[in-house]
């Protein structure tokens, strides 16, 4: 290939990361690591700054996980690699599809292979459609049966208020707290955004900020400000939220 291909890397354990750079360097000597990253909101924003030709992305990682900064780098047009510590089961996920993976530690002759496929599809035109792909990993993933939020409790002066989360239109990370906003009112809680993350159905609630989270059927329009950034109006609320250069690529298309 006579074009420069660039590549993002994002893994949460430096020794890791470390020598996955190094084996880089060694098997793919032309390709160009304009990022690497400890951590996904680090990896989102290098996503959406340089749109990566590549992504190797450890599946888990803290505060934004390696399938939302996967679906950056599609968007930008990328291929992706992800690096997991999955067992051999929870791996059958991958080997349908167009992603490839890589099972911790990673060995230099299984990376060997991952580069030959991956500079193979970039003489190639994609027909895939890896926005699906990603999501459908997603869903397999999933721990079957994995805990969701169903109620909020939370602390109003003197008395807790339990609110229900089909009621919440947004979480806003505030200080040391977040704020639970519903149509009518709003309440703080003490529990960090990233922990509630972890229980929210992700096809009910989007991150569209390091520190905010929304429901995406409230969602009536996206805009741009006069600064040019990027800002979400929901139905029947007057506040409008900020929407971060990382998390842009949700709205493409809508």
């Given at each position: 290939?006579t074009?420069?291909?660039?590549?993002?890397?994002?893994?949460?354990?430096?020794?890791?990361?470390?020598?996955?750079?190094?084996?880089?360097?060694t098997?793919?000597?032309?390709?160009?690591?304009?990022?690497?990253?400890?951590?996904?909101i680090t990896?989102?924003?290098?996503a959406a700054?340089?749109?990566?030709?590549?992504?190797f992305?450890?599946?888990?990682?803290?505060?934004?996980?390696?399938l939302?900064?996967?679906?950056?780098?599609?968007?930008?047009?990328?291929?992706?690699?992800?690096?997991?510590?999955?067992?051999?089961?929870?791996?059958?996920?991958f080997?349908?599809?167009?992603?490839d993976?890589?099972l911790?530690?990673?060995?230099?002759?299984?990376?060997?292979?991952?580069v030959?496929?991956?500079?193979?599809r970039?003489?190639?035109?994609?027909?895939?459609?890896?926005?699906?792909?990603v999501?459908?990993?997603?869903?397999?993933?999933?721990?079957?049966?994995?805990?969701?939020?169903?109620w909020?409790s939370?602390?109003?002066?003197d008395?807790?208020?339990?609110?229900g989360?089909d009621e919440?239109?947004f979480?806003?990370?505030?200080?040391?707290?977040?704020?639970?906003?519903?149509?009518?009112?709003?309440?703080?809680?003490?529990?960090?955004?990233?922990?509630?993350?972890?229980?929210?159905d992700?096809?009910?609630?989007?991150?569209?900020?390091?520190?905010?989270?929304?429901r995406?059927s409230?969602?009536?329009?996206?805009?741009?400000?006069e600064?040019?950034?990027?800002?979400?109006q929901?139905?029947?609320?007057?506040?409008?939220?900020?929407?971060?250069a990382?998390?842009?690529?949700?709205?493409?298309?809508?």
């Amino acid at each position: 290939m006579t074009d420069t291909v660039t590549a993002l890397v994002a893994e949460d354990e430096a020794p890791q990361r470390a020598a996955l750079l190094e084996m880089l360097e060694t098997l793919w000597p032309g390709l160009d690591v304009i990022a690497a990253c400890e951590d996904g909101i680090t990896a989102l924003q290098a996503a959406a700054e340089h749109r990566p030709r590549v992504a190797f992305l450890d599946i888990r990682m803290p505060g934004v996980g390696g399938l939302d900064v996967a679906r950056a780098v599609v968007a930008g047009g990328g291929l992706v690699v992800f690096t997991t510590a999955y067992d051999e089961y929870a791996i059958r996920a991958f080997e349908a599809g167009a992603v490839d993976y890589l099972l911790k530690p990673v060995s230099e002759a299984r990376l060997r292979l991952a580069v030959d496929r991956l500079q193979e599809r970039l003489r190639q035109p994609s027909g895939d459609d890896l926005q699906a792909l990603v999501d459908d990993l997603e869903a397999r993933l999933r721990p079957q049966g994995e805990r969701q939020i169903r109620w909020i409790s939370a602390s109003i002066g003197d008395h807790v208020r339990m609110i229900g989360i089909d009621e919440v239109l947004f979480f806003q990370a505030q200080d040391k707290y977040v704020r639970v906003v519903t149509a009518d009112d709003e309440a703080l809680i003490r529990t960090p955004l990233k922990e509630l993350l972890g229980g929210l159905d992700p096809d009910t609630f989007w991150q569209v900020h390091r520190g905010t989270v929304v429901r995406v059927s409230t969602i009536d329009r996206v805009r741009r400000d006069e600064l040019g950034k990027t800002r979400i109006q929901l139905r029947g609320h007057r506040e409008s939220l900020p929407v971060s250069a990382a998390f842009v690529h949700r709205f493409r298309g809508m």
